[in-house]
């Protein structure tokens, strides 16, 4: 339990009597705790007993199997409703608040890690809840610790009776100092709240649990500590060692004091209400109060506003919207804030599979290997030596021993029980939305591969809806949390995640004036469930190549966050400046076998060209073209590529000839006419 403000925090007087008196209190928190107790006693500590495979008081234990399924459902349910805390990412509403938002993110992810609040924790319980209860509460807060007060630096003004009085010189400043409370410590938190304690109104009827008009749960804490958080003198709370342990599920819960010294604790109940709904005096609708109640003290422990919200002189409320006391759940039950839970729906199906598994082993032990024998013709000691054990190896007869001693027939189970077994587990997994690939088993009956994936993509959806359920129950909590981030953080808080830059980024953002409202909150998607790890990083680096060549990214940031991403040290790896380099100067060279004769004028040209990319002309080679060259002009060889003469061409033929000669027709039936063929031959 959290201190709500420390003891210096006056209490609020409650009305004589009438709505919100001490008495009116009292009725309403009877009336919810024996609501709340029915479901506790009839159905969830049941419920915990199936889950840990035990079998209950009233069940004989002896030949009773009990099949662990409600464990195995719960856990493997757990890992697929959330693996892992997600990355939140914050939207601002307002334009203007753009620049402040990477600064709060960071902040509020940080907080929700290992060194925080370590949410992780909180859901691996809030989640073993909801699948045996049906409900996952958790308590959000902040709790400082102060020692005394220091002096701060708020601001300057002028020095009295110092400086120019003719208002030539500057007046001279001093700074103005005020004392504040001296943090020591500080922490915020997101608990686990058992539902065996929680405290529901008996009327309410919704599962938008921050509409009910009050919420709270019973505590167990020591004297002494309750004492000092609240300020009080340790004889005015009526402590015991025999505390009624009933609001707990453990099954092996017991009273303190049975054995050493036990040390003095207290009952009481925090409740949290909306003020307005009790107090007239109450305009704002979210104005919350907090109502500490011990069990035996006749006036309440503590009764004050919220100290985790702030109204503002023009009546806006700034910091935490809803209860600090954060419910949800998986299902809704119509007209009821107590909603059904997977262990309970599917208690029957489990109690079938285990009495189907007990007569199995029922069956196995009195189907043992049983003889009888003929009393007229076997031996009397012999048959009681049988009976005994002793012997069962060699049993000396005078005959046909099967005449005399024989072996029962045993009865064979039967097949149905296995198919039994088969339609009970598809009723669990209905239940519970599971398909056999999800827990990891090939499916029966399914003789197609479209078959497999209809029942696989019908599951995904129910589990989809429940994912979704969750993640939107821990973005509510988070939400929350950062409204208190955003009231108690100072400087020094956003720079150990931010640095000096970002606490310039927040001067746009007055903390103390502008709602948390003011950002949206959500989950990357898919984060809060398993993916697989080859996708996963697939995924990373493509995002990497896609933003790489933007001019407006900053590749190097862009690239220290993939490789963090990629669990590999940024710091090491990235250089923030390359080394300068000259710029290379390409070029396309094109050569022919004209441009390599030594006599050409382009000849040195090229050959400049070739040896500075690492092509060098032998020098033999160039000594052996001028030769040639010399030897081709002394005997009237063309220089270079010249034409070699020859005689001269005819010239062309332009006038026109005439017309030819008249040809005779080709005929057909040359053959038919003349008996020969149109070579001149003789038809054969």
Request: glycine share 8%.
């Amino acid at each position: 339990m959290a201190s709500y403000g420390g003891p210096d925090v006056q209490n609020l007087p409650l009305p004589p009597e009438g709505v919100g008196s001490l008495a009116f209190w009292r009725a309403h928190l009877k009336t919810a705790t024996d609501k709340r107790n029915r479901y506790r006693d009839e159905e969830w500590k049941i419920n915990v007993e199936r889950y840990l495979a035990r079998t209950l008081k009233s069940t004989p234990s002896g030949h009773t199997v009990v099949v662990p399924k409600d464990f195995s459902n719960t856990e493997q349910k757990k890992a697929q409703l959330f693996f892992r805390v997600p990355e939140i990412h914050l939207t601002p509403r307002r334009p203007e608040f753009q620049q402040a938002v990477p600064v709060f993110q960071a902040k509020v992810n940080h907080t929700l890690g290992r060194h925080g609040v370590n949410a992780k924790a909180l859901m691996h319980e809030v989640l073993t809840d909801v699948e045996l209860t049906g409900l996952m509460i958790a308590k959000i807060g902040y709790e400082p610790t102060q020692d005394g007060e220091k002096p701060v630096v708020v601001g300057q003004q002028p020095m009295p009776n110092v400086g120019d009085v003719l208002g030539l010189n500057p007046v001279a400043m001093q700074p103005i100092i005020e004392s504040v409370p001296n943090i020591i410590h500080e922490r915020y938190f997101l608990e686990r709240v058992s539902p065996g304690s929680v405290v529901i109104p008996g009327d309410f009827k919704g599962s938008d649990y921050d509409r009910a008009a009050y919420l709270g749960f019973e505590f167990e804490l020591d004297a002494q500590m309750l004492a000092r958080r609240f300020g009080i003198d340790p004889a005015l709370v009526k402590s015991g060692t025999d505390v009624d342990q009933q609001q707990s599920l453990d099954p092996d819960a017991q009273k303190d004091g049975t054995t050493g010294e036990a040390r003095p604790k207290v009952k009481g109940t925090e409740l949290w209400y909306r003020a307005a709904l009790f107090d007239k005096a109450v305009k704002h609708p979210e104005l919350m109060r907090c109502l500490v109640l011990i069990d035996g003290v006749d006036e309440p422990l503590k009764h004050a506003d919220s100290p985790y919200q702030r109204q503002l002189p023009d009546g806006r409320l700034l910091g935490m919207k809803g209860y600090p006391v954060h419910i949800g759940a998986l299902y809704y039950t119509p007209d009821s804030a107590y909603p059904t839970s997977d262990v309970s729906m599917s208690r029957a199906q489990v109690d079938e599979l285990s009495k189907g598994r007990t007569q199995m082993v029922q069956q196995r032990e009195r189907n043992n290997s049983m003889r009888w024998a003929d009393k007229n013709r076997a031996d009397v000691e012999l048959v009681n030596r049988i009976v005994k054990g002793e012997v069962q190896e060699v049993i000396p007869t005078d005959g046909n021993g099967d005449e005399i001693i024989g072996e029962i027939a045993r009865a064979q189970f039967p097949r149905e029980n296995f198919e039994f077994n088969r339609v009970t587990q598809g009723d669990i997994d209905d239940v519970w939305a599971f398909s056999p690939a999800q827990r990891g088993n090939r499916g029966e009956g399914s003789d197609t591969a479209t078959e497999a994936s209809i029942i696989q993509s019908n599951a995904d959806v129910r589990m989809a809806w429940s994912q979704g359920r969750v993640l939107d129950w821990f973005l509510g909590a988070v939400e929350k949390l950062g409204a208190l981030i955003q009231l108690f953080a100072d400087d020094e808080d956003y720079l150990e995640v931010a640095g000096p830059d970002g606490i310039t980024r927040l001067e746009a953002w007055d903390r103390s004036t502008v709602e948390g409202a003011e950002f949206v909150y959500s989950a990357k998607a898919n984060s809060a469930i398993r993916q697989d790890s080859a996708i996963d990083m697939k995924r990373l680096w493509d995002r990497y190549s896609l933003l790489a060549n933007d001019p407006n990214v900053n590749r190097v940031e862009l690239l220290r966050w993939a490789l963090s991403m990629s669990d590999m040290d940024a710091d090491k790896l990235v250089i923030a400046e390359l080394p300068e380099k000259k710029p290379e100067l390409k070029s396309n060279l094109s050569v022919k076998g004209e441009d390599l004769n030594p006599a050409a004028p382009q000849f040195p040209v090229i050959k400049a060209a070739l040896e500075q990319q690492g092509i060098q002309l032998p020098a033999e080679a160039i000594q052996l073209g001028l030769q040639l060259h010399q030897k081709a002009q002394t005997l009237g060889a063309p220089v270079g590529d010249a034409p070699v003469p020859g005689p001269e061409p005819a010239p062309l033929q332009t006038e026109h000839g005439g017309m030819q000669a008249p040809q005779e027709t080709l005929s057909k039936h040359q053959t038919d006419l003349s008996g020969m063929i149109a070579n001149g031959g003789a038809a054969a």
